[in-house]
Antibody, heavy 114, light 109 residues
Framework: QVQLVQSGAEVKKPGASVKVSCKTS????????IHWVRQAPGQGLEWVGI????????TNSQKFQGRVTVTRDTSTNTVYMELSSLRSEDTAVYYC???????WGQGTLVAVSS | QAVVTQEPSLTVSPGGTVTLTCGSS?????????THWFQQKPGQAPRALIY???NKHFWTPARFSGSLLGGKAALTLSGAQPEDEAEYYC?????????FGGGTKLTVL
């Protein structure tokens, strides 16, 4: 069956970067998209970005103004989302999700605090 | 970036019917927005209910249906159950960018 397993919680200082991983099983990355979504405490869902099946194209929400980089490693079936220049408002649970969002990772809490 | 709007809150009686809507700041929502609908309960990850405007996942209860209605996307719940009390989010596709709505808190009371 399909599983998306994310890396553990992170605590970062403002200005730092964080890299969250999403390891897939039963899900062919070369045939499917992977989305990233985040949810700040008590807030709604926010679409972050996506990587295409070829791995050669990513699209991110304009809100992040180039701070987000989505990459993947097909040898380990893992997708990565790196967010740089962290600020307190980036504190959120970050989720990876499959093409039609039918499968989700368990979420990774990224806390940004000085 | 487009803004996607949803009702902040709605209430439905058990067994009743309610329609949640999803509008776009860019104009009419069409099938080309490939609307997705999600349900989220407190402390849980979101769960997909509807994709591509009308299509259900195999786990989606039959009482949920998706459509286009009056220039918006719509999620209709017919025969509400207590377990349907949750936050509901829509997601619209704008070419390659996707945008979530702010969510609708649905109370079954």
């Amino acid at each position: 069956q399909v599983q998306l397993v994310q890396s553990g919680a992170e605590v970062k200082k403002p200005g730092a970067s964080v890299k969250v991983s999403c390891k897939t099983s039963g899900y062919t990355l070369t045939s499917n998209y992977i989305h990233w979504v985040r949810q700040a405490p008590g807030q709604g869902l926010e679409w972050v970005g996506i990587i295409n099946p070829s791995g050669d194209s990513t699209t991110n929400s304009q809100k992040f103004q180039g701070r987000v980089t989505v990459t993947r490693d097909t040898s380990t079936n893992t997708v990565y989302m790196e967010l740089s220049s962290l600020r307190s408002e980036d504190t959120a649970v970050y989720y990876c999700g499959s093409d039609h969002f039918d499968y989700w990772g368990q979420g990774t809490l990224v806390a940004v605090s000085s | 970036q487009a803004v996607v709007t949803q009702e902040p809150s709605l209430t439905v009686s058990p067994g009743g019917t309610v329609t949640l809507t999803c509008g776009s700041s860019t104009g009419e929502v069409t099938s080309g927005h490939y609307t997705h609908w999600f349900q989220q309960k407190p402390g849980q990850a979101p769960r997909a209910l509807i994709y591509d405007t009308t299509n259900k996942h195999f786990w989606t209860p039959a009482r949920f249906s998706g459509s286009l209605l009056g220039g918006k996307a719509a999620l209709t719940l017919s025969g509400a159950q207590p377990e349907d009390e949750a936050e509901y989010y829509c997601l619209l596709y704008y070419s390659v960018v996707r945008v979530f709505g702010g969510g609708t808190k649905l109370t079954v009371l």
